[in-house]
């Protein structure tokens, strides 16, 4: 059980990695995009996935729910996110893809939904 537990550790400290390289690699276009975020915290069960993926934009609060964050700073279920980067909207992306319950919601500056 320990062996499991510490194996899902590492594949999603790996999958955080990958993730992170990939952000990285990309060069910092200016940015200027925005996005708002919504954990539906109803849905959310607190598997961190999106943390391991996106920790820049994910992290868990005290109640075990993920939350959005910017700049280190958690600013709760829902916030938009500005002057964002290609790289960090796919990052985004990826992290509320990972997510098990599609419990991270996405619209544009238009409104339109990004995802799911
Ligand atoms: S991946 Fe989904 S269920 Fe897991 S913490 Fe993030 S929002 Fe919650």
Known sequence: MIVCAW???EFLQFMRMSATSDTQKKTNNGGG?????????NLCIGAASCMVVAGDFFLLND???AEVVENGKMKGYEYTL???TDAQIENILQGAKSCPTKAIFIHDEKGNQLYP
Not at 33 to 41: P, S
């Open 33 to 41: 995009k925005t996005l708002t975020v919504r954990v539906d915290e």
């Open 63 to 65: 109640d075990g729910k």
């Open 82 to 84: 500005s002057n964002l």
């Open 7 to 9: 194996s899902l550790f």
